[in-house]
Every structure is written in C-alpha cells, then in structure tokens.
C-alpha cells in the first residue's frame, strides 16, 4: 500500500485522490496519456477501491478523469508487451479481477463524472459505478474486438446487465462508440449533459446521498449489487480465459501492428 499524506490519503503514481467533506474522489492521473491504463495503473486500481472501501471519512465515492478524457482504454505500449509477452497478461487477469470485485464489493455509491471519452477498460470501470454523469461531448465503448481481443475484463459481464443481451451483443461485437446522447438514450449510462453543466449535476447528487441516511443508502447497494456479483462469479475466469487465449493470436498481432503504422487490420481470422 502506498504512504498516505496528512489527510490519510494514500498516494499513488497514477492515480490522484482528494476529499470534499465526506466525498472522496479517485483520478485517473495521466492526462498525457489520455489517462490510458498500463500495468502499474492495473495494479493500483487493484488497491484503490478496497482503500475506498475501507476509509472511515468518506460515505460517498466520485471517478473521474484527469484531463480531457475519462480513461483511453489500454496503453498501447502495454498491450503491445503483452502481444509480445502473452504470458505476462496472466498477472492482468489476475489484476482486472481484483478490480471488478474491488468495485462489486464498495459499499458506498460510486458516482462515475464522466469528462470524457471511456474506452475498453476505461469504459468497463464507468459502467460498474452506480451513477454515470457524462458529459455530452464524451463517447463511450468497448473495442475488445476492434484489436482481436475478446472482452474478457469485464465488458461481457455489466454491459448486458445495462441495455440487455442483443445491444450488448450489438455493440460488443462491432466493438462500436456510442456518443453520450446515443448511451443515455439507451440506458447505457444515466445522464449526459454540458461539460459546463456536469460538476453541477454530480456535486447535486453527490450532496443528496451525503445528506441522506448513509447506511440505509450503503445497504441498498449492497442489495442490488447481490445479482450482479453472482453473474460477475459465473463469467469473469471464462472472459478472462478467452482473452488470454485471443492476446496469442495473429489477429491480436496484426491490430497491433496496424495501430502502429496507423492503419486498418487486415484480420485472417487466427
């Protein structure tokens, strides 16, 4: 665990965390890198939700991006070690499993102030908060498939539980961005408004479960979170199997390569 500073916060390389009162808010930090996820980051998400969990001064609990965007997805050198070093991606499966739990076990509501774009991870860590605040500008999706990898980290597991098994399939498949007008419309995500609007909308909610009975709200989570927790057992090993199995493939190799010369994948299908 890292050291904490003098507000008992824990501090860590890339993430940052602040208090407002008995609102704690964690930070996706690295804005260079359009907050992208890479393995150091993989392994303080892993921490910080049980940190969260835990903290006695905090009832109510804030993710966002440092930035202009929410969180990119993968760094791509990340992925294109583990296409490299597929055998490193089983300490990921290890981590992203952590992570999902990590969030499925926080007691206090999650609010996702969603600033910018959520891709892949990025977007699979927005949808497992409570409430999503997105700003209008923002698009949000999950292109797993998109580099010949399957969604294996958690996409397969709280997409459906949104908007229901054919969009899910919909869009998990084609690997698609949805805009944050097109999310609401369908559920995806709560609300999408004005950039200028969404710190107003998410500290007005925010002050709503501060200023009511915390506990009887934490429990009630607790009770909707029981179903999701039981498909999140019945799905993640098997997700993150096929993805481990889909990091080997020439596929996965070929998107990479392609991202890197900054064109289109020619996919062969292996």
Not at 102 to 120: S, T, Y
Not at 246 to 270: C, M, N, W
């Amino acid at each position: 665990m890292p050291e904490s500073d003098k507000a008992g916060l824990p501090a860590y390389e890339t993430l940052l965390l602040s208090r407002a009162g008995r609102r704690l808010t964690i930070s996706f930090n690295r804005p260079d890198f359009m907050n992208a996820v890479n393995l150091k980051m993989h392994e303080e998400l892993a921490q910080v939700f049980s940190f969260a969990n835990a903290d006695k001064q905090s009832d109510v609990i804030v993710l966002t991006g440092e930035g202009r965007a929410f969180s990119a997805g993968g760094d791509l050198d990340h992925i294109t070690n583990s296409a490299n070093n597929p055998d490193s991606f089983d300490e990921e499966c290890r981590l992203a499993k952590r992570i999902v739990f990590a969030l499925l076990d926080l007691d206090k509501p999650l609010i996702c102030r969603l600033n910018g774009h959520a891709v892949g991870l990025g977007a699979t860590l927005a949808l497992f908060c409570d409430v999503i605040f997105a700003s209008e500008k923002a698009k949000i999706g999950d292109p797993h498939v998109s580099i010949g990898l399957v969604a294996g980290d958690g996409g397969a597991v709280i997409w459906p539980q949104l908007i229901g098994l054919n969009r899910a399939k919909e869009y998990l498949l084609a690997g698609d961005l949805l805009t944050a007008p097109q999310a609401a419309s369908i559920g995806l995500i709560n609300h999408s408004l004005p950039l200028d609007e969404l710190d107003v909308a998410v500290d007005a909610y925010c002050n709503k479960l501060l200023a009511g009975a915390t506990k009887a709200i934490s429990w009630t989570k607790v009770l909707l979170n029981q179903e999701l927790k039981r498909t999140a057992q019945s799905l993640m090993d098997a997700g993150l199997a096929y993805e481990a199995l889909a990091v080997r493939s020439a596929d996965h190799r070929e998107a990479i390569t392609a991202l890197k010369e900054k064109r289109k994948p020619v996919f062969g299908g292996k």
